[in-house]
C-alpha cells in the first residue's frame, strides 16, 4: 500500500550539537512537524513501513537509520557530506542575512533575500533527491523537510 510508504517519527542523533537559536529550534520542529504530518518515503526494495528515521552524522557521514514503526532495523544509508557543504554553508549565509533584515530592512530587500533562500533550499533538497536516488525515492516536499534537519545537524560549536 502507498499509505505503508511514508516515515511516523523521525528523531535527530544531536549527540554532537551545541544549543542553537530559537529561530533554528522553530525550523526544526516544523520540519518535523509537516514530515510527520504527509511525506513521502520509499526505501529501494523495502515491502513498506511504516518507517521511524534517525537522521545523524557519523564518521562526517550523514546516516539514515532506518527503523520499521516498532524500532527493528530496517536499514542504514549513509551518504558523504562532501557535496552538500557549499549549499549549506551558502543556505547558513542567506538565513543568517534573512533574519537580520528582517528587523530593519526595506521589504523588497527581505523579499529578495527569501527567494534566495528558498532557491538554496531547493539547490539542497534536489542534491539530497539525487544522493539518494537509487537508495530512497522521496517526494520534493519530503527531500526540502529532510534536507532543512541536514542543516539543523550542522550547527555545531
Known amino acids: 500500500m502507498a499509505g505503508d510508504f511514508r516515515i511516523v517519527d523521525i528523531v535527530l542523533d544531536e549527540s554532537s550539537i551545541v544549543r542553537r537559536t530559537r529561530e533554528i529550534e522553530q525550523e526544526r520542529d516544523i520540519a518535523i512537524y509537516d514530515i510527520k504530518e504527509e511525506n513521502s518515503f520509499k526505501p529501494e526494495g523495502s515491502h513498506g513501513g511504516p518507517y521511524k528515521l534517525v537522521l545523524g552524522i557519523e564518521d562526517n557521514r550523514l546516516t539514515f537509520d532506518i527503523q520499521l514503526e516498532d524500532g527493528s532495523p530496517h536499514g542504514k544509508i549513509m551518504l558523504s557530506l562532501t557535496p552538500f557543504r557549499r549549499v549549506v554553508k551558502d543556505y547558513f549565509l542567506i538565513c543568517d542575512s534573512y533574519f537580520k533584515a528582517i528587523r530593519t530592512a526595506p521589504p523588497s530587500q527581505i523579499e529578495a533575500l527569501d527567494m534566495g533562500r528558498r532557491g538554496l533550499h531547493n539547490e539542497g533538497s ?11 525515492e522521496l517526494d520534493h516536499d519530503t ?3 529532510l534536507f532543512t534537519l541536514i542543516c539543523v545537524l550542522h550547527m555545531k560549536g
Open 126 to 136: 534536489d542534491l539530497l533527491q539525487e544522493r539518494l536516488k537509487g537508495k530512497v
Open 143 to 145: 527531500a526540502r523537510r
